[in-house]
């Protein structure tokens, strides 16, 4: 699924090499570095038992973070699928209301350039027939296990069910299309319902509240503090330079959590 072009052992033992050598590295790196930096003795207790500790954590960092790899990038490969799957399915039933066989189909949309997650997709369905030998629809089976998208995968199983049983494959893409494009209208309606949302608060949390702030503070020390404590200068400071760019990082990753 995150399309990376090496085998389940290979990709293991990649894990386990990787992960041994930057456990060596640390572990040689703190026994030098550490005396030096804590002007300590090499053989002192302390460093003898933290340069293993923090070897194995290196180890265990660069092992997760290379397991965790092919799910972040199968994800990353779902998300492109996904928001050109109207695009893809009115693709498909162009080409069958044409006439034009399947095998010609699939390798038509492997060869778009611009879609490259989807030209990944089908780009293995025409390998495998015309390299490896195998059914067209043999091909679409298999290839349809390992697809990120459950979109995608449902269409390829749909469309094979409808030749195997003498169905119209046409009439199935025509339909698919219908039901691809509706949902893909209905999300981008939430998404837009979303950001109206978002928008509003917003201005109300960035534009009208940091303006009510000033305007106190700067009211709070033409006053005085009265002996509290308060400084309006310090918190006037802390809400331009940490309050509100903390803020809008906030609605920046709310906004790239939405659906594309």
């Known amino acids: 699924m995150s399309g990376i072009p090496i085998t389940f052992k290979a990709y293991v033992s990649f894990m386990f090499f990787i992960s041994g050598i930057t456990f060596a590295a640390s572990l040689v790196l703190s026994l030098v570095m550490l005396?030096?930096?804590?002007?300590?003795?090499f053989f002192a207790p302390f460093n003898l038992i933290l340069s293993p500790l923090l070897g194995g954590l290196t180890f265990v960092f660069t092992f997760m973070l290379i397991y965790m790899y092919p799910g972040i990038q199968a994800k990353g490969r779902k998300g492109p699928i996904e928001k050109n799957m109207p695009y893809i399915t009115s693709f498909l039933t162009l080409l069958s209301s044409s006439n034009v066989p399947p095998s010609i189909i699939f390798k038509a949309v492997s060869e778009i350039e611009t879609l490259k997650e989807v030209k990944l997709e089908f780009s293995n369905i025409v390998r495998d027939v015309e390299i490896f030998g195998k059914d067209l629809m043999s091909s679409i089976l298999e290839n349809a296990k390992y697809t990120p998208s459950d979109t995608l995968r449902e269409i390829f199983l749909g469309y094979v069910?409808?030749?195997?049983?003498?169905?119209?494959?046409?009439?199935?893409?025509?339909?698919t299309n219908i039901n691809v494009?509706?949902?893909?209208?209905?999300?981008?309606?939430l998404m837009l319902e979303s950001l109206s949302a978002l928008a509003e608060i917003y201005i109300m949390v960035l534009v009208a509240m940091p303006l009510l702030f000033v305007v106190l503070l700067a009211t709070?020390?033409?006053?005085?503090?009265?002996?509290?404590?308060?400084?309006?200068?310090?918190?006037?400071?802390?809400?331009?330079?940490?309050?509100?760019?903390?803020?809008g990082v906030i609605m920046m990753v709310l906004v790239s959590t939405l659906e594309k």
């Open 35 to 41: 005396p030096l930096i804590m002007r300590i003795s």
């Open 161 to 175: 069910a409808t030749v195997r049983t003498g169905g119209n494959p046409t009439e199935y893409l025509k339909i």
């Open 181 to 189: 494009t509706k949902e893909r209208i209905l999300k981008l309606d």
């Open 220 to 247: 709070l020390g033409m006053l005085g503090s009265g002996g509290s404590g308060l400084n309006p200068r310090l918190f006037l400071y802390l809400l331009t330079y940490v309050g509100i760019p903390i803020l």
